[in-house]
T-cell receptor, first 114, second 114 residues
Framework: GAGVSQSPSNKVTEKGKDVELRCDPI?????LYWYRQSLGQGLEFLIY????????KSGLPSDRFSAERTGGSVSTLTIQRTQQEDSAVYLC????????????FGPGTRLLVL | KQEVTQIPAALSVPEGENLVLNCSFT??????LQWFRQDPGKGLTSLLL?????REQTSGRLNASLDKSSGRSTLYIAASQPGDSATYLC?????????????FGKGTSLLVTP
């Protein structure tokens, strides 16, 4: 079966522009996560969805970052007024059930803000 | 927030050697401990998941152990091969209702030379 997919795979944007990143989780997985991997920073948690609700948004670095999930499936992460420090790889993961289990990761979206 | 540390940061071994990668975490109240592999420019591949009630998991040439009392996990790779070259990440998933985000170490970069 299909794994987690993300689009676009690469995105180059100018400082100040808005960007939208998309994640398609594994079919039937109710839990969905967004992480960010910056050079030298390791992987940081951004937000967690259970179904369409986000019980944990504690990792979003600023109010320029938002995310939504519709139909218990596709999720979009939006970054408004991008800054150079937003440059990173944005990874999405999904897992079945309540969230305590193996997380399956997508290939990521590489974002470069010029 | 739980801190996860991986030692060494980088490791180079000749093909055929057995090796151990180390992971330590500050909070023993974890729900599970997961080991991932990341190839350059790729997403994360889950290798092994150890539930908090377990002490080890095995898959092929890989064996991961978990000692909650000491806050340590090790990943043992037997008879290493050049194809094992990658970055290996460990991540702890905390207990509680505050979320299910994985706390990642910064990884061990492994190079297996022919």
């Amino acid at each position: 079966g299909a794994g987690v997919s993300q689009s676009p795979s690469n995105k180059v944007t100018e400082k100040g522009k808005d960007v939208e990143l998309r994640c398609d989780p594994i079919s039937g997985h109710t839990a969905l996560y967004w992480y960010r991997q910056s050079l030298g920073q390791g992987l940081e948690f951004l937000i967690y969805f259970q179904g369409n609700s986000a019980p944990d948004k504690s990792g979003l670095p600023s109010d320029r970052f938002s995310a939504e999930r519709t139909g218990g499936s596709v999720s979009t992460l939006t970054i408004q007024r991008t800054q150079q420090e937003d440059s990173a790889v944005y990874l999405c993961a999904s897992s079945p059930g309540t969230g305590h289990g193996t997380q399956y990761f997508g290939p990521g979206t590489r974002l470069l803000v010029l | 927030k739980q801190e996860v540390t991986q030692i060494p940061a980088a490791l180079s071994v000749p093909e055929g050697e057995n090796l151990v990668l180390n992971c330590s975490f500050t909070d023993s109240a974890i729900y599970n401990l997961q080991w991932f592999r990341q190839d350059p420019g790729k997403g994360l591949t889950s290798l092994l998941l150890i539930q908090s009630s377990q002490r080890e998991q095995t898959s092929g040439r890989l064996n991961a152990s978990l000692d909650k009392s000491s806050g340590r996990s090790t990943l043992y790779i037997a008879a290493s091969q050049p194809g094992d070259s990658a970055t290996y990440l460990c991540a702890g998933q905390p207990r509680g209702d505050s979320g299910y985000a994985l706390n990642f170490g910064k990884g061990t970069s492994l190079l297996v030379t022919p």
